[in-house]
């Protein structure tokens, strides 16, 4: 009986014990919740104040070269003030601070800097930029303040500058702080609000090689933000320098000699698609709008009705003209409609059902075969030989020399232009293609819409016996080409007729610079005002090197508004060229 007692007192107080072990490790666990879960941020953000700041160390972007070893791109040591958002959340910190930099001349209003602490919030511990581009003598006067001291810190940073300003924006580009949008589109931990990032040309296109690699500093506070140790450090590592093919000096010509134009200028080794001179007028200043502008200044900008930000020799599209004639004479050779002899008469125009197409010389030109008609660039001829090849196969031509396409240059903005057809027209009007639209398209004119280096690459293929290149500024980037298979003979025929334009028909102020150059004019229809003119030519022409292109909007003729801007732009790079001296010297 004693024993019964004993084992029933010995059970109760087992169980006991059990629920009491429970309701213990009921307790911790909801602890546990209540301190990781419930309060875990609220207890991360108060140890952090009393233990942990992080900063991250821009690194140096990588500098941007031309050909020759000129600075286009490069960096300075600016200053920008920082905090902690954990501090400025802290009684009336961000008032206080934003009376501070409105007194020193720093336009901010309380507002506006909390817009910006939140653009730029990863964590409590880690920094923001409250203001930028600050010079030592501004931090001086800034951290002189005593009430601001362990509050606001100064930062060494990297900003950049380009040495060449308008000369070479277009192409170098210029850098600005990432955007909220751009944030999410890279969707990349390496960046955050702040970061500045490549927004157009060389700067943007290689963003990951000019970048470098952010460094972090981590050390460990006291309660009043007094340093007690360094906790980890990392390095930030400068940008990979890139060095482009761009000559700077070749360039300052083309700004020079398109003064007051509207229009771009083009020129690239045909060997290999590199490009040596890529200007569009009017241009910009990069500088100011890199250290940062007004709203107001960016809508003037933006809102210019000459349009300097855009990059005319990739994003403007004009009706080729006369240099179009080229590619309805290679497709007509190759597709046997026509030989080197075949002749064409011209009195002035051309008749097509009950519709009359004039040639530019009213007078005529009398009996023409190949050569002839691109030496006079005779309208008539090439009217003629639109209608015999038809559409399909001048369109099947246009498309292998790359009429329609992005020519890959490594910039940003490239635009295709517009290839046109029948389909198109089709979903565009919802008309059919007539054979006057054919006759249109033959010379150049009707839909079909170009870009300078569009016309350029095709150029450059007739100059270097029949490749189409990839144009690129990038010294390190890829030599890519693509065989046209188009054989020697019908090469010749072209060029022979370019070499009688300059040599005697409308291209002859191309050849007064001193160097052999074979080339075409064209003057393309502007429905908004005066004629486009055009003219684009290879150099020397028994040996070809370098293919420039020009096009001055409302230019009016392409024979003495273009012509001498490439006739002068070759003949620079030809008598700088050592090798080619080498070559002609005795």
């Known amino acids: 009986m004693t024993k019964g007692f004993e084992r029933f007192y010995m059970d109760r107080r087992l169980r006991h014990l059990q629920v009491l072990m429970v309701a213990l490790l009921a307790l911790l666990i909801g602890g546990l ?3 990781q879960v419930l ?12 233990r942990l700041r992080v900063m991250r160390i821009s690194p140096p972007r990588g500098i941007i070269r031309d050909a020759n070893g000129v600075p286009l791109a490069v960096n300075v040591r600016t200053f920008d003030l920082k905090a902690y958002p954990m501090d400025l959340a802290r009684d009336d910190n961000l008032k206080r601070v934003a009376d501070l930099l409105s007194r020193k001349g ?60 308008e000369l070479a924006a277009h192409v170098v580009g210029y850098v600005g ?11 990349d931990p390496r960046y955050r609000g702040g970061d500045m990032i490549g927004k157009i040309g060389i700067e943007a296109v290689y ?35 890139i060095t482009l093919t761009l000559d700077l000096s070749a360039q300052r010509l083309a700004s020079e000699l398109m003064a007051g134009q509207r229009g771009a200028v083009v020129a690239m080794d045909v060997r290999d698609g590199s490009v040596k001179v890529l200007f569009s007028s009017p241009s910009f200043d990069p500088n100011p709008i890199s250290w940062g502008i007004s709203s107001k200044e960016w809508g ?28 309805t004479a290679i497709a007509a ?49 090439f009217y003629q030989v639109g209608v015999w090849l038809g559409i399909d196969r001048l369109l099947k031509w246009s498309s292998i020399l790359g009429v329609g396409e992005r020519t890959g240059v490594d910039l940003t903005g490239e635009v295709q232009g517009n290839i046109a057809g029948p389909k198109w027209k089709s979903a565009r009007f919802k008309e059919p293609w007539y054979k006057g639209d054919t006759v249109n398209y033959s010379i150049g004119q009707g839909f079909l819409l170009m870009t300078p280096i569009q016309v350029l690459r095709i150029y450059a293929a007739i100059a270097n016996g029949g490749y189409l290149v990839t144009p690129h500024l990038n010294a390190a980037a890829p030599h890519l080409e693509r065989d046209l298979r188009i054989p020697k ?23 007064a610079y001193g160097v052999t150059v074979a080339g075409k004019t064209g003057t393309a229809q502007n429905p908004h005002g005066d004629d486009h003119a055009w003219f684009v030519g290879y150099a020397p022409r028994e040996n070809p090197r370098y293919v420039a292109v020009a096009i001055v909007e409302a230019g009016r003729h392409g024979s003495s508004a273009a012509a001498p801007i490439v006739g002068q732009v070759l003949a620079y790079l030809v008598k700088n060229d050592n090798s080619l001296l080498r070559r002609v010297s005795p």
């Not at 309060?39 to 009393?50: C, I, P, T, W």
């Not at 460094?215 to 309660?223: L, N």
């Not at 040639?359 to 691109?374: I, S």
């Open 207 to 241: 963003e990951e090689e000019l970048r470098g690699e952010v460094g972090e500093e981590a050390v460990e506070v006291d309660s009043r933000g007094r340093k007690l140790r360094d906790v980890s450090h990392r390095e930030p590592k400068r940008g990979k320098d």
């Open 33 to 35: 919740f209540h301190f």
């Open 489 to 511: 003979f019908g090469l010749r025929a072209m060029q022979r007729g370019l070499e009688e334009v300059v040599n005697s028909g409308t291209g002859k102020r191309a050849a």
């Open 106 to 165: 720093i336009p901010v209003d309380q507002d506006s800097l909390a817009e910006e602490v939140e653009e730029q919030y990863v964590a409590p511990y880690r920094a923001v930029s409250l203001a930028r581009n600050l010079t030592l003598a501004q931090v001086v006067d800034l951290m002189g303040e005593d009430q601001f001291r362990g509050l606001l810190f100064p930062m060494p940073v990297w900003r950049r500058v380009y040495p060449s300003g």
């Open 333 to 381: 050779l190759e597709e046997g409609v026509v030989t080197q002899s075949t002749t064409v008469y011209c009195p002035g125009s051309f008749t097509l059902g009950n519709r009359t197409f004039n040639c530019w010389k009213k007078t005529g030109h009398g009996t023409e075969d190949l050569t002839r008609a691109l030496r006079d660039s005779c309208d008539v001829y």
């Open 300 to 327: 003037a900008l933006m809102g210019d009705r000459q349009r300097p930000m855009m990059n005319r020799a990739v994003s403007g599209t004009y009706p080729p003209a006369s240099t179009f004639k080229v590619v």
């Open 39 to 50: 309060k875990g941020d609220q207890y991360v953000e108060l140890a952090s104040r009393n």
């Open 177 to 187: 702080e990432i955007t909220r949008d751009e944030l999410e589109d890279l969707a």
